[in-house]
C-alpha cells in the first residue's frame, strides 16, 4: 500500500522486509545516508524508527504499535537478527544499521552540511554530557537545542510548549531518546506536528554521553552487541530478552515453514 508522508515522499521508494508484520528497510548505511542527504527537506514533520527484535516482538504483539512502527518513513534494521532473515529472504544488500552508528555519521556529515541537530530525552545531566562531548567531537556541529522531559504524563498545554521549543529550534533532526516504545509513539503523535525529522534512538543519547560503552567490534560484527548490553544491564534487561528472543525464534520458524 502507497502512502505518502507529510511532505510528499512515498513509501514505496524503499525497498522493505516483512518480518512478524514490520515493514523493515531492506537496505544498507550507504543508501540510508544516500536517500536522507537527498530527502532531509521532505521529511521534515516525519519520522524514522529504528527496529530491534524487542520493538519487533512488541508491534507483533501490539497492533497499535505494529501501526506505529509502519506508519513513518521507514523502519531501519537495527537489530543484527533483522538483516540476516532479510538478506536469506533475497535482500542481499540489507545489513545492519545501528542506531548509534546513523547518530555518528550524521553527525559527521553535519561539519559540512550545516545540520542542525535537536535533542529531545533523557536527564538534565545526560544532556550536558553529549553536548560536550560533541562539541569536542564535532567542533563545528551545530546543536539546535536539548529538553530532556517530565518522567510522567505531559499536559496538552505543556506538550504544546514543547512543540514550540523544537519548532523554533529550525532543526533537520530530531533525536528522540526516551526509549521503546515511548519514543516511536511519542513521534507518531507529533508527526506533522514538529519540524524537523524525527528519530527514535533508545539509548543513543547514553552512549554518546558515555553512560554506556559500545560492544567491542567483533561483538557488533557477530550481533552479539545485545549481550554485550545484557551483561551492562542484567537486571532491566534479562526478563525483556527472554521473552523477545523467544517470540522472535519461533515466530520466524513458523514464518520460514509457512505457518
Not at 540510508?32 to 519487533?56: P, Q, W
Not at 533483522?82 to 545501528?98: D, F, N, P, T, Y
Not at 533532526?173 to 519540524?195: C, D, N, S, T
Request: aromatic share 10%.
Amino acid at each position: 500500500m502507497k502512502r505518502s508522508d507529510v511532505r510528499g515522499i512515498e513509501k514505496d521508494q524503499i525497498p522493505v522486509c516483512n518480518i512478524m508484520g514490520v515493514e523493515i528497510a531492506a537496505i544498507n548505511m550507504r543508501w540510508l545516508l544516500d536517500f536522507t542527504r537527498k530527502n532531509i527537506r521532505e521529511m521534515s514533520g516525519d519520522y524514522i524508527c529504528v527496529a530491534n527484535v524487542h520493538t519487533t516482538v512488541t508491534a507483533y504483539e501490539d497492533e497499535a504499535y505494529k501501526a506505529v512502527q509502519n506508519g513513518g518513513i521507514m523502519a531501519i534494521p537495527d537489530g543484527g537478527p533483522l538483516s540476516v532473515i532479510g538478506r536469506k529472504r533475497g535482500h542481499q544488500e540489507m545489513q545492519r544499521i545501528a542506531g548509534p552508528d546513523f547518530m555518528q555519521e550524521i553527525f559527521r556529515i553535519s561539519v559540512e552540511t550545516g545540520y542542525r541537530h535537536f535533542f529531545y530525552g533523557s536527564t538534565e545531566e545526560t544532556l550536558e554530557k553529549l553536548a560536550e562531548r560533541l562539541e569536542a567531537e564535532y567542533g563545528r556541529i551545530r546543536i539546535a537545542g536539548m529538553y530532556s522531559p517530565p518522567f510522567g504524563p505531559v499536559s496538552a498545554a505543556e506538550d504544546e510548549k514543547i512543540i514550540r521549543l523544537i519548532n523554533s529550534a529550525e532543526a533537520d533532526f530530531v533525536w528522540v531518546g526516551l526509549g521503546a516504545p515511548r519514543q516511536e509513539r511519542w513521534m507518531a503523535e507529533h508527526r506533522g506536528k514538529v519540524k524537523g525529522l524525527m528519530v527514535g534512538v533508545g539509548a543513543g543519547f547514553d552512549y554518546f554521553a558515555g553512560n554506556i560503552k559500545r560492544a567491542p567490534e567483533w561483538m557488533q560484527r557477530g550481533n552479539l552487541e545485545w549481550v554485550y548490553r545484557l551483561m551492562q544491564e542484567p537486571g532491566r534487561l534479562f526478563g525483556r530478552y527472554l521473552h523477545t528472543n523467544v517470540v522472535f525464534i519461533g515466530q520466524v520458524i513458523r514464518e520460514s515453514i509457512g505457518g
